[in-house]
């Protein structure tokens, strides 16, 4: 199993182009929702990260990131967001 220490957390960062801060502020913005449920779903589908670690690393409950991935989910079906989370797999797979 993976650590977030195993994740570029910049490179994921710079091509969300958000922060840390941003990620963990109370806005809930229609980017920054959509970049939460992207890291979320990066962290747990991709690095099998648990989603204990998921909620920590982004100052949330459980319960939080739960409904990320599942919002996460329903958003594949808009074309703008599949597109973006394709692209941040792209740059997150070009180590």
């Known amino acids: 199993m993976n650590t977030i220490n195993d994740i570029p957390l ?10 840390m801060e941003d990620l963990r502020s109370p806005v809930r913005t229609r980017p920054l929702s959509d970049a939460r449920a992207m890291v979320a779903a990066i962290f747990r589908k991709h690095y099998r990260i648990s989603q204990v670690e998921v909620a920590g690393l ?38």
Do not use: E, W
Not at 10 to 19: K, Y
């Open 58 to 95: 982004l100052g949330t409950s459980q319960v939080a990131v739960c409904k990320m991935l599942k919002r996460h989910q329903q958003l594949l079906q808009d074309p703008t967001y599949r597109n973006k989370f394709n692209q941040v797999k792209i740059s997150m797979s070009n180590l």
């Open 10 to 19: 910049d490179r994921l960062l710079g091509a969300l182009d958000v922060t």
